[in-house]
């Protein structure tokens, strides 16, 4: 069985047919589908699903950098973060990590100061309550390889989600606390710089995704993600490291299970 570690399945490309993709996704022996937040706007549709799905679907709290750029309510909705961490709405068991969070530098560095300034708030957040944190970042893995580097030895734990750094970073990373690789649909592109990365990297230490409706792996490229397809990136792992699929489905669903509390 597989865990898709990080699939935002509540996004309205989904409204159309979300019960089939929770069938097909099952089918493919998907066991779980960890639920990344967003920001306010998406909220609601995130508690939906997991009202309707319960256990299925493992939700995440947080606010993306990409919500931070050019937001002038960024600091009340990281209040509201943290609100609905300690009171979850009607429905919800409870909140199962602080994400995504992170650096997102790729469209504009005018925000750096404020993305940082909301991503460390939110690991002092997941600190005091002992929760792990799934971690966005793009173009910015040295800036945020550099934060997680000054929480070394406070508990810190989580997920580095869409892993696309080198081996240098990655073992940079795993020494700051308990921490995993999400590998996605990436790996499976022909050329993929991260799947030289992956055949050094330890099976202990990674996680399957699909980053779902985005980064499609093949041979589906070019079509809109679902969790179903994240069996094609443990199939990839496998390939490249030369091991059973059913080993890499057995320590990525561990891993995941690990860190989530699961
Ligand atoms: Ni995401």
């Known amino acids: 069985m597989l865990i898709d570690t990080h699939s935002?399945?509540?996004?309205?490309a989904f409204d159309d047919d979300r019960g089939k993709v929770l069938l097909r996704a099952k089918g493919a022996g998907v066991e779980r589908i960890v639920l990344p937040a967003i920001d306010g706007e998406s909220n609601e549709a995130l508690f939906e699903?997991?009202?309707?799905?319960?256990?299925?679907?493992?939700?995440l709290m947080g606010l993306h950098p990409t919500s931070v750029n050019d937001n002038l309510r960024w600091r009340e909705e990281l209040d509201e973060v943290e609100r609905l961490l300690k009171n979850p709405?009607?429905?919800?068991g409870r909140f199962y990590g602080v994400g995504e969070i992170g650096l997102d530098l790729y469209w504009s560095r005018d925000f750096y100061a404020e993305q940082v300034e909301a991503f460390t708030q939110q690991i002092e957040l997941a600190l005091s309550l002992q929760l792990p944190i799934v971690v966005h970042t793009r173009s910015a893995w040295e800036e945020m390889t550099e934060i997680i580097e000054r929480y070394r030895g406070r508990g810190l734990r989580g997920i580095f989600h869409a892993y696309s750094a080198d081996v240098a970073t990655y073992e940079r990373l795993r020494e700051c606390g308990d921490f995993v690789f999400g590998i996605g649909g990436v790996v499976t592109f022909k050329k993929s710089a991260v799947a030289e990365v992956v055949r050094s990297m330890r099976l202990e230490d990674l996680v399957v995704e699909t980053d779902a409706p985005?980064?499609?792996?093949?041979?589906?490229?070019?079509?809109?993600?679902?969790?179903?397809y994240v069996r094609f990136v443990a199939e990839k792992i496998a390939e490249l490291?030369?091991?059973?699929?059913?080993?890499?489905?057995?320590?990525?669903?561990?891993?995941?299970?690990?860190?989530?509390?699961?």
């Open 241 to 262: 490291k030369g091991l059973a699929i059913e080993e890499v489905e057995a320590q990525t669903t561990k891993n995941a299970k690990r860190i989530f509390g699961i």
């Open 89 to 92: 709405p009607e429905g919800i």
């Open 214 to 228: 985005y980064l499609t792996p093949s041979p589906h490229r070019g079509t809109r993600n679902e969790p179903a």
């Open 49 to 59: 699903l997991c009202r309707r799905e319960g256990d299925y679907v493992v939700p």
């Open 8 to 12: 935002h399945i509540y996004d309205e």
